[in-house]
Structure formats: structure tokens, C-alpha cells
């Protein structure tokens, strides 16, 4: 082997050598994706690659601006179809927000009032069994206090029963969405997409999103693979779901997340309200011990930290794995999303690259990478 008298390591190999390092250690400060593209390219494709992340869509916002967007891998690990920003994933629990939005233009209008019992507007037979569905708002199914579990044991039957009393504390619920959205039917005299279609995403300019499938998607969608990276069936869904069947991009959900910076939709007061701390989180999921920064808005997450609030909400379709994370005063956010298993469980290097601070959101989903790669040692290419 031919040898040097010294071991001098050039700025060029030494950054190569940093950012070959990135996966396992981070870095102290965030990348700057719109400064240093390749640089963040190389982390991404290489941390996707360590977790067998097939493809990977992310918009970054700065100052309520696009400074970032592109797709990473593929749509499907038997194709060589790359991901664009155009791409279409499926945006799973993401859905509620955007619902939401929805339902507070119904408060702003007087058609829906937060505090009223929906039982008012529309009685549920599901859960007629128990007298106390009768109290639920809702303010309540917005912050995940309705009291019912986040899904039925058995999905085939009818029967909804309640896990807590509604208001009594935070639990997570889809069917609370469930409920309220059978509500705004009965309000609006209409089928949920179409309201969902001519009060958000086309006023938004979402044109590549929607809550149940459409044929043009069939070009440009990313199908869901397991943790070994194997591609699995794409569920294609006839009927909207405000708890998770929305279909979109990186970038149409940028939009909606400009539209809450603006806000576009409305009114500043009813921002507010929907970004204010409304029920308490426990600092874990599952836990009982209380956060002192983790409370639930009206449709989202809130981080109530010394320096900063943000807002965060993320989707779990199983396959498909997505999150999101923005400041309001900034008016800077990350979105991303992937078709993979193993999607959410590199959310806090992505985070830390793109926008960098502590997260409790992030422990709060028993989120670690450094956990996930030590129980899945690197399988990559």
C-alpha cells in the first residue's frame, strides 16, 4: 500500500467524511436543505436506505415559502418509478386536520356550534348504549375527548362502546371523526368529499388530493411496503374517511399548511383557537403521567415549548407512514411522507436536519431512530 509521510485529510474529505456520518450521529446544527441540497440529499437517500424506506416525499417552509421539495427512491421496489413532489401518498391520520379546517368554517358560518352535544344535530345509534355519547361535542372529538376508543373492537359490527367519559381526558379517536363527520353531512346536506372538495381542497389549489380514490391516481401513487421493504396491496378507498383516507402530495399538503400560516379560509381568531391548547397529552402515547408541553389544539398537536409553540400531527396507515411539524411565529414547517412501514421511525433525524430544536412530540410517539437502527441493524445497499 503506497503511504504518506502525514495524515492530512482535505476540507472536501472531511465534510464527505461528516455527512458519511450523519445517519448514526446527527449534527449539531440542522442542514439547510435550500443552501446545501446536496448535502441533505446524501443524508436522506442514505438514512432512507438504512431503514428500508423505498420512497420518501418532503416539502420544507421557510417564512411561509417553499424552499424545499423533492422526492426520494421509488414508488414501488419492483418499478423504477421515482418519487416526485407530485407523487401521491396515503396522508392517514394527516386527514384530520384537514378535516378540521372544514368543521371551524361550519363554526364561523353558525352552523356548528363547538360546545353543542352533537347528539343535538344528529343522534348515533352506534353508541346509543351508552347514555354519556349524548355529551360529546364537537370541541370534544376535535381535541380527543370524546370518550370513545380510537376504533371499535370489531369494525364489521355496529355496536361503538366508550372507553371514558367524553371531556373526562385525552384518547386518541377516529371514530370521534367518524362521528362528527356523519354530523356535517347531516348539516350540509351533503356527501363529506363533497364538502371536503368545494370548502378546502379546491379553494386551496389541492388538485392532486382526495379522500376517495380516483383513476388518475393509478399514474403517479406510491404503493405501501412492510418493514422489509416488499411491496404490499394499495387500498384504494370508495368512501371518505375524515380519520385517514386522504390521498395527496408533499406539496398540496404545503398548501394546507399555508393556509393556516396566512390564513387563507379562516379568520385569524379561528386560527387561534384552533392552535390553543385545548386537552393535555401524557408524555407518552399510551402513558398516564401528564406532559407540561403536549397539549391537543382543535384537529391538532401542540408543543408548548420556553422558546417556541408548534404544531404537529402524524398518520399511520400501517404501510404508509407520514408526519408533519410547523411554527406558527415562523412560519416554518416540514412535511413528509413515505410508503413504508418503517416511515415514522426516522421522523426526529429528519426533524433535526430540517428545523432542529426538541420535540417532545417525537418521544410522545416513541419515536427514536438510533432505537430503530439498534433493533434493525443496517440492511441497506
Known amino acids: 500500500m503506497h503511504t504518506h ?35 441533505f440529499d446524501r443524508f436522506m437517500t442514505q438514512l432512507m436506505d438504512s431503514a428500508q424506506v423505498p420512497g420518501l416525499s418532503i416539502v420544507l417552509l421557510r417564512n411561509n415559502t417553499v424552499v424545499y421539495s423533492r422526492g426520494y427512491g421509488l414508488t414501488n421496489a419492483d418499478s423504477t418509478q421515482r418519487v416526485m413532489p407530485t407523487t401521491v401518498f396515503e396522508a392517514a391520520s394527516l386527514s384530520k386536520p384537514v378535516f378540521a379546517y372544514a368543521v371551524l368554517q361550519l363554526v364561523e358560518q353558525g352552523l356548528l356550534d363547538l360546545d353543542k352535544p352533537l347528539y343535538a344535530y344528529l343522534p348515533y345509534p352506534d353508541a346509543a348504549a351508552d347514555a354519556r355519547y349524548q355529551k360529546i361535542t364537537a370541541r370534544m372529538v ?52 363533497a364538502v371536503m372538495e368545494s370548502r378546502v381542497l379546491k379553494p386551496l389549489g389541492m388538485m392532486n388530493s382526495s379522500f376517495v380514490w380516483k383513476p388518475d ?76 408541553n403536549l397539549y391537543w389544539g382543535l384537529g391538532i398537536g401542540l408543543e408548548r415549548m420556553p422558546d417556541a409553540t408548534w404544531f404537529w400531527h402524524w398518520g399511520d396507515n400501517g404501510s404508509f407512514k407520514c408526519f408533519v411539524l410547523a ?55
Open 327 to 381: 411554527n406558527q411565529a415562523r412560519q416554518d414547517a416540514v412535511i413528509y411522507f413515505t410508503n413504508s412501514t418503517n416511515g415514522l421511525d426516522i421522523a426526529d433525524r429528519i426533524v433535526a436536519q430540517t428545523l432542529g430544536g426538541q420535540h417532545p412530540s417525537l418521544p410522545f410517539l416513541g419515536i427514536s431512530a438510533d432505537e430503530f437502527f439498534r433493533k434493525h441493524p443496517y440492511k441497506g445497499k
Open 217 to 292: 391516481f393509478n399514474t403517479h401513487v406510491a404503493m405501501p411496503h412492510n418493514e422489509a421493504g416488499e411491496p404490499e396491496q394499495k387500498y384504494q378507498p370508495g368512501q371518505a374517511n375524515m380519520a385517514y383516507s386522504l390521498h395527496t402530495t408533499a406539496e398540496d399538503y404545503a398548501r394546507f399548511i399555508r393556509a393556516i400560516f396566512t390564513p387563507t379560509g379562516l379568520k385569524p381568531a379561528t386560527i387561534n383557537q384552533l392552535l390553543t391548547p385545548t386537552s393535555k397529552l401524557p408524555t407518552r402515547f399510551s402513558g398516564d403521567t401528564l406532559s407540561t
Open 142 to 193: 376535535l381535541s380527543h375527548q370524546s370518550g370513545f376508543p380510537n376504533w371499535r373492537k370489531d369494525r364489521k359490527l355496529p355496536q361503538l362502546a366508550m372507553a371514558f367519559t367524553p371531556g373526562e381526558r385525552f384518547g386518541y379517536s377516529g371514530e370521534g371523526y367518524v362521528y362528527l363527520q356523519k354530523v356535517v353531512e347531516k348539516i350540509t346536506g351533503q356527501p363529506i368529499n
Open 5 to 39: 509521510p502525514t495524515c492530512l485529510i482535505t476540507p472536501n474529505q472531511l465534510l464527505a467524511l461528516l455527512i458519511g456520518l450523519l445517519p448514526v450521529y446527527g449534527m449539531a446544527q440542522p442542514i439547510q436543505p435550500e443552501r446545501q441540497p446536496a448535502q
